[in-house]
Nanobody, 124 residues
Framework: QVQLVESGGGLVQAGDSLRLSCAAS????????LGWFRQAPGKEREFVAA?????????SYADSVKGRFTISRDNAKNAVYLQMNSLKPEDTAVYYC????????????????WGQGTQVTVSS
């Protein structure tokens, strides 16, 4: 069982940066693949980024954020992060972190545990 709590969201202007954090509780954190998803009003939840279990050697990004966002994990702190640079208004959404028993995954139904989400709003 893993509990996830996101933080770090807020209101920023286009071009700004934000760093989202997700704190996890529970055992064997390093054995989970981790991901970030987002959901904008009226849209389905979409994949943003994923990082593999243990060392986090493998990462994957949605095309829309590639080169701007970076996912990382700190197993000693039971945390996963999403550094978001050059934010755009279309990045506005509720951001969720998730944990998967897979090595890593890009599909939401492969994630068993979810946080409650944190709002990111980017003004133009």
């Amino acid at each position: 069982q893993v509990q996830l709590v996101e933080s770090g969201g807020g209101l920023v202007q286009a071009g700004d940066s934000l760093r989202l954090s997700c704190a996890a509780s529970g055992r064997a954190f390093s054995s989970y693949g981790l991901g970030w998803f987002r959901q904008a009003p009226g849209k389905e939840r979409e994949f943003v980024a994923a990082i593999s279990w243990t060392s986090g050697r493998t990462t994957s990004y949605a095309d829309s954020v590639k080169g701007r966002f970076t996912i990382s994990r700190d197993n000693a702190k039971n945390a996963v992060y999403l550094q978001m640079n050059s934010l755009k208004p279309e990045d506005t959404a509720v951001y969720y972190c998730a944990a998967s028993s897979q090595v890593y995954a890009r599909v939401s139904n492969q994630y068993e545990y979810w946080g409650q989400g944190t709002q990111v709003t980017v003004s133009s």
